[in-house]
Structures are given as C-alpha cells and as structure tokens.
C-alpha cells in the first residue's frame, strides 16, 4: 500500500498542558505531561500509519527547534 497523506505531530508546551499539534495547527488534545502527549501522539500516529498515511512525531524543544520522535510508514517492515 502507498502513503497518500503524509502528517506532522508536534508535541509542544502551551500554557499549563501539553498539547499535540497537527500540521494544520489544529490540537489533538491537552495533556497534563509531556511524557502522556507524546504517548498519545505515538498511539495516534501508529493508529494512521496502519490506514497507509505516513506520520511523523517531532516534539518542540524549549529553545523553540523541534527534535523528531518517530518516522512511522504503511512501508515499513
């Protein structure tokens, strides 16, 4: 199966939670940790790898850079 989407989440600090972004900008949800975001983000991403998206998983740094998580692929082994 070939990717036809492919999808950017970003695990980023905003105000009092934890938030994960799509590359829209829309919000995934507010959680109370950082470790709890990118678990749902890693969950999330799996979820849409499995329907032959390609995701990406970054998570924003405090000096504002963004660090990748996880490449996820319908092509991987």
């Excluded at 990118?38 to 979820?47: F, V």
């Excluded at 000096?63 to 998580?69: A, E, K, M, P, V």
Aim: positive net charge; aromatic residues 6%; glycine residues 10%.
């Amino acid at each position: 199966m070939d990717c036809y989407l492919h999808l950017n989440y970003i695990v980023e600090r905003q105000r009092e939670a934890w938030t994960v972004r799509m590359q829209g900008g829309d919000c995934g949800g507010n959680f109370g940790s950082r470790r709890d975001a990118l678990k749902a983000a890693l969950k999330d991403a799996e979820r849409v790898c499995d329907l032959g998206h390609h995701v990406q998983v970054f998570a924003r740094r405090a000096d504002g850079s963004l660090r990748q998580i996880a490449d996820r692929s319908a092509a991987r082994p």
